[in-house]
């Protein structure tokens, strides 16, 4: 077949990788190439080239950008997407002060989602998960991880690794799988915690396997959660399935997270808001990709993960989302650059690196995911006009992107 060439013209800022590196680390992550009145070239849904010469190529089709940016598309390392309803009742007891562990002791947070979900059947479980894909895509993302951990038995998250697959044949994003059968202690196993663990090693995580239904592994480990060495167990056990570890670590306190990641090789250790220097340290020495969740913090109104810290000692920072509906019932991931600016003290350029190219790092999709360079698949948005990056988190609800290309395609999301 011959050759499909798109042509965006009038980019009034084009930001372009150049370096080709696989993530960004420490001072490197302030890094921006932006190309101003220039011209971009996708071929067969990838990008191709570039330039500010006035003479443009030809093209099969040619879309004017009117002056606005170009931008590659958000990529975000860390959803719950997959669920069953709302949770605002949970909020309003944040407002009268109780804390995210007061409400799971009564019965509410994750137990709460499980308990939902079971009722509900894949396809309705399908349909609300593809209008949550729909928004994050009009917002810019273009490449996902989805989590399961509100099915907390074998059958339910089986359910909700399915209806994960479906999104993965049908949604033009990119989408990566990961398993959390280790969220919480289902209900039917309270006080048998170990028991619990011995199911998601000995029946979910072969069956999540078999069934070829996950990319990675994920557990809680934390504070009234699970033990560093419980997480221990299960990471092995998803790893001789081929399920790389992805750890939720560090959130509701300091509770060895970062260490078990470390020491068991994981993608990325997420959540972050107790971290240590210790742990920082111990992140130097590794090839995990710390992951902070600025959106979980604002909600929760809680500590946010020392960005600036982790910058400054030259590790890769990624940025997410963590959209889900008890923490962080929002994937605008355009929001959670302002907030690593506003809050975590993150400079432009650096959050929009966190949450591009180091978050597709998070997910091992950077090869082809997270910046606009030569090669890799053409996920990108066009804006209103900027006048610098800066604008980007500056204008932080303002809904500046006026049209998103996925695989090179215009999204006409709904």
């Not at 980019?11 to 080709?20: C, F, Q, W």
């Not at 799971?104 to 396809?123: K, Q, T, V």
């Amino acid at each position: 077949m011959p050759m499909k060439r798109l042509l965006i013209k009038n980019i009034g800022m084009l930001v372009v990788d150049n370096h080709r590196k696989p993530c960004l680390r420490g001072e490197e992550m302030n890094w921006a190439d932006c190309q101003h009145d220039a011209w971009l070239m996708v071929e067969d849904g990838r990008f191709a080239e570039w330039g500010t010469d006035v003479l443009l190529p030809d093209a099969d089709e040619t879309v004017d950008a009117c002056g606005g940016a170009v931008l590659p598309s958000f990529c975000d390392s860390h959803t719950h997407l997959v669920y069953a309803d709302s949770r605002e009742g949970e909020f309003v007891d944040k407002i009268r002060g109780l804390s995210y562990a007061e409400i799971a002791r009564r019965g509410g947070g994750i137990l709460n989602s499980a308990d939902r979900l079971h009722e509900l059947s894949e396809d309705e479980l399908y349909v609300q998960a593809i209008h949550r894909i729909e928004e994050i895509m009009r917002k810019g993302t273009g490449a996902v991880e989805i989590k399961s951990g509100y099915g907390l038995n074998t059958e339910d998250e089986l359910k909700m690794l399915r209806v994960v697959r479906r999104i993965k044949q049908n949604a033009p994003l990119k989408v990566v799988s990961t398993f959390l059968g280790a969220h919480a202690v289902g209900r039917a196993y309270a006080g048998r915690q170990s028991d619990y663990v011995d199911l998601v090693i000995n029946e979910m995580i072969p069956e999540v396997g078999r069934q070829g239904l996950a990319d990675f592994i994920d557990v809680f480990c934390d504070e009234g959660f699970f033990t560093p060495e419980e997480t221990a167990r299960m990471l092995e056990a998803g790893l001789k399935w081929g399920m790389r570890g992805k750890i939720h670590g560090q959130e509701l306190a300091d509770s060895g997270g970062v260490e078990v990641a470390v020491a068991h090789g994981a993608l990325s250790v997420d959540h972050l808001e107790s971290m240590t220097d210790s742990d920082i340290a111990l992140l130097k020495s590794s090839t995990t990709i710390p992951t902070a969740l600025p959106g979980t913090s604002f909600f929760l109104n809680m500590p946010f993960a020392p960005g600036r810290r982790m910058i400054e000692a030259g590790l890769p920072l990624a940025i997410a989302s963590d959209y889900n509906p008890g923490s962080t019932p929002s994937g605008d991931m355009k929001f959670v650059v302002s907030l690593a600016c506003i809050k975590m003290r993150l400079l432009p350029a650096e959050a929009l690196n966190a949450a591009t190219l180091n978050s597709a790092a998070a997910m091992g999709l950077s090869q082809d995911y997270g910046s606009i360079a030569k090669g890799k698949v053409a996920n990108f948005f066009i804006t209103e006009p900027m006048r610098s990056l800066d604008y980007l988190p500056y204008a932080y609800t303002s809904p500046i992107i006026n049209k998103v290309f996925l695989k090179g395609e215009e999204q006409l999301c709904k």
